[in-house]
């Protein structure tokens, strides 16, 4: 209080000589009284001038501040703290109207401390005399660092678990690697960095795409930024575009190691260090980036490619928060490509696979061929289904017909399918009924293990006899287009689907109708999402076709006027014409 003492005492000598002189042990007592609550408190006690300058602080508030009393007194409180966030319009507010006010500070002093960020809650009052003239401010703080760095950590934990939800919705949404990589740099942008971008790893051992011995290269395969850096980033490096770093660089190790890097202010000679291509640091100098991270892409042990992210212009650097948060959402992103890259993989070999099957039975239009096929696949390519058609030539002049779905999709759907394929051309080479073919299909399948069933429907045509005879494992009934261009069903017994061992199936035997026109199909054509059955059915019977016309325009009509778009299912659709006598 010594340097105060001018302050509370400044008619000292007037207070000696009056009337008031016998009180002056009472005063005293409670002087010290008074300066041993203010010096002895854990709260920071300051009183300032009108200029806002120290004339008196106590005990605490010089270890709050790390310098001592007489640094601190004259100086003002910018001059003291210079890195506290304090409003100081308010306290001129209370030194004009004398209303006490609160506020709270934050910042850092110069005193030691263990708290990331320090805040006070404060709280200031007009100081005046007797006759009313304004001496200063009164101001008492209490610390809230340690509380408030609790709630500052909260609220982290809170952003980061949000972060990581919303992540899971919005990354991996498709199990296509392209649209995974542009979920996952758009998602950074702009909460995470001021640019995004994924780079895989190309793995090439051979052909123009191989890189020097012992470089890296990684190709860009998407790109998010904010206004401002995308035009310059995607110039030095679009999408496509390949990047290599050789050993020793700080990506090249990132990725060997399995760990994140960064670095927060970089210097020019830091860009030219080698984390990045000579021509590439200048540019990104240039438009202000100033700290990178990258992390790795890893799922298990295999290097995916990398994540990488800057900052610029004023944007500050990366936190160690930051770094664990984008880690999470690297490593989810790492495990969505693995499942991706996989599908994908699989999915160019069902493709194939499908595609030798089907291309098989296929052939160049010609108006005047007895049977014509379409197949098309969904419009969600991920989904690659199990619709398979034949047609085969017995040696005894008749002709067989097949149309198949197998459960399921994917690489297992088009091997059963290649399974069901071959096995009923087998036991059709046998010249066996078509209620056998599928029974002895239905136990060959079975007794295989494979555990994949199948609908199917056999159509056998048999020219000598004038006849057409069906068998029906659990399929959707034949459709029949007559002279007269009216469309019926072919209501033919349906026995269990193939694959479950139990089948028993039976022969219906129609004579054929010159002309005539016979179409077999797979759901896909008719089914509708939450539409029964027989009103899918009923839609063909209504269907508006020129019997007359090529097969493959018949197949087109049929497709115009069923096939929605986008389709939900494979389609697979056989048109056969039956033969004059």
């Given at each position: 209080m010594d340097a105060f003492r001018p302050l509370l005492f400044e008619n000292v000598d007037a207070l000696l000589a009056g009337p008031g002189a016998a009180d002056l042990p009472r005063l005293v007592e409670e002087y010290g009284l008074l300066r041993q609550l203010v010096e002895g408190t854990d709260a920071g006690v300051v009183v300032l001038d009108p200029d806002l300058r120290f004339l008196y602080v106590n005990p605490h508030m010089v270890r709050l501040s790390g310098l001592s009393a007489e640094e601190l007194l004259g100086r003002t409180l910018a001059e003291a703290s210079p890195d506290v966030?304090?409003?100081?319009?308010?306290?001129?507010?209370?030194?004009?109207?004398?209303?006490p006010r609160e506020l709270v500070g934050t910042g850092h002093t110069r005193a030691d401390q263990p708290f990331t960020r320090r805040a006070w809650h404060a709280t200031y009052h007009r100081l005046q005399n007797g006759q009313g003239r304004v001496l200063g401010l009164a101001g008492i703080f209490l610390?809230?660092?340690?509380?408030?760095?609790?709630?500052?950590?909260?609220?982290?934990?809170?952003?980061?678990?949000?972060?990581?939800?919303?992540?899971?919705?919005?990354?991996?949404?498709?199990?296509?690697?392209?649209?995974?990589?542009?979920?996952?740099?758009?998602?950074m942008v702009p909460d995470l960095a001021d640019a995004a971008g994924v780079e895989l790893n190309l793995?090439?051992?051979?052909?123009?795409?191989?890189?020097?011995?012992?470089?890296?290269?990684?190709?860009?395969?998407?790109?998010?930024?904010?206004?401002g850096v995308k035009d310059a980033v995607q110039a030095l490096?679009?999408?496509?575009?390949?990047?290599?770093?050789?050993?020793?660089?700080?990506?090249?190790?990132?990725?060997?190691?399995?760990?994140?890097?960064?670095?927060?202010?970089?210097?020019?000679?830091?860009?030219?260090s080698g984390a990045v291509h000579a021509r590439r640091a200048t540019a990104y100098r240039d438009i202000g980036v100033h700290s990178v991270l990258v992390l790795p892409l890893i799922a298990g042990r295999r290097p995916l490619g990398t994540l990488s992210l800057v900052r610029a212009f004023d944007s500050p650097g990366f936190t160690v928060d930051d770094v664990s948060v984008a880690q999470d959402l690297a490593h989810r992103a790492a495990r969505a490509l693995e499942r991706a890259a996989l599908h994908t993989r699989e999915h160019s070999m069902a493709l194939e696979l499908q595609h030798a099957l089907l291309t098989e039975t296929t052939a160049p239009p010609d108006p005047q061929a007895r049977t014509a096929f379409r197949y098309l696949p969904a419009d969600d390519v991920a989904l690659i289904g199990g619709d398979w058609f034949d047609r085969l030539q017995l040696p005894d002049g008749?002709?067989?017909?097949?149309?198949?779905?197998?459960m399921g999709h994917g690489v297992e759907?088009?091997?059963?399918?290649?399974?069901?394929?071959?096995?009923?051309?087998?036991?059709?080479?046998?010249?066996?009924?078509?209620?056998?073919?599928?029974?002895?299909?239905?136990?060959?399948?079975a007794d295989s293990g494979f555990d994949r069933v199948a609908t199917c429907l056999v159509a056998l045509e048999d020219p000598a006899?004038?006849?057409?005879?069906?068998?029906?494992?659990?399929?959707?009934?034949?459709?029949?287009?007559?002279?007269?261009?009216?469309?019926?069903?072919?209501?033919?017994?349906?026995?269990?689907?193939?694959?479950?061992?139990?089948?028993?199936?039976?022969?219906?035997?129609?004579?054929?109708?010159?002309?005539?026109v016979l179409l077999l199909y797979t759901?896909?054509?008719?089914?509708?999402?939450?539409?029964?059955?027989?009103?899918?059915?009923?839609?063909?019977?209504?269907?508006?076709?020129?019997?007359?016309?090529?097969?493959?325009?018949?197949?087109?009509?049929?497709?115009?006027?069923?096939?929605?778009?986008?389709?939900?299912?494979?389609?697979?659709?056989?048109a056969a014409r039956s033969r004059r006598s």
């Open positions: 966030d304090r409003p100081e319009s308010v306290l001129r507010q209370v030194l004009y109207d004398g209303q610390e809230i660092s340690a509380p408030q760095q609790h709630v500052d950590e909260l609220e982290r934990a809170h952003r980061r678990m949000t972060l990581l939800d919303t992540a899971t919705a919005l990354i991996g949404t498709t199990s296509d690697v392209k649209t995974t990589c542009v979920e996952l740099a758009q998602f793995d090439v051992k051979a052909g123009p795409h191989r890189p020097p011995p012992g470089v890296l290269r990684l190709r860009r395969a998407a790109l998010a930024a904010v206004p490096a679009g999408l496509g575009d390949t990047l290599d770093y050789p050993p020793g660089t700080e990506i090249r190790a990132c990725l060997d190691a399995g760990r994140p890097w960064l670095s927060n202010g970089i210097s020019e000679q830091q860009w030219q008749r002709n067989l017909l097949v149309i198949g779905d197998v759907a088009a091997v059963a399918m290649s399974h069901y394929r071959s096995a009923l051309r087998a036991l059709a080479m046998a010249g066996l009924p078509p209620h056998l073919l599928l029974a002895h299909a239905d136990r060959t399948v006899r004038r006849t057409m005879s069906y068998a029906n494992a659990g399929h959707l009934p034949p459709a029949f287009l007559s002279p007269d261009g009216t469309v019926a069903l072919v209501e033919v017994p349906a026995g269990p689907p193939l694959g479950t061992g139990f089948g028993s199936y039976t022969t219906l035997t129609r004579p054929t109708v010159p002309d005539g759901d896909g054509l008719v089914e509708r999402r939450g539409e029964d059955i027989d009103v899918s059915l009923h839609r063909l019977t209504r269907l508006r076709l020129s019997p007359r016309a090529s097969l493959d325009a018949i197949l087109d009509d049929v497709l115009a006027q069923l096939a929605d778009a986008p389709a939900e299912d494979d389609i697979a659709v056989l």
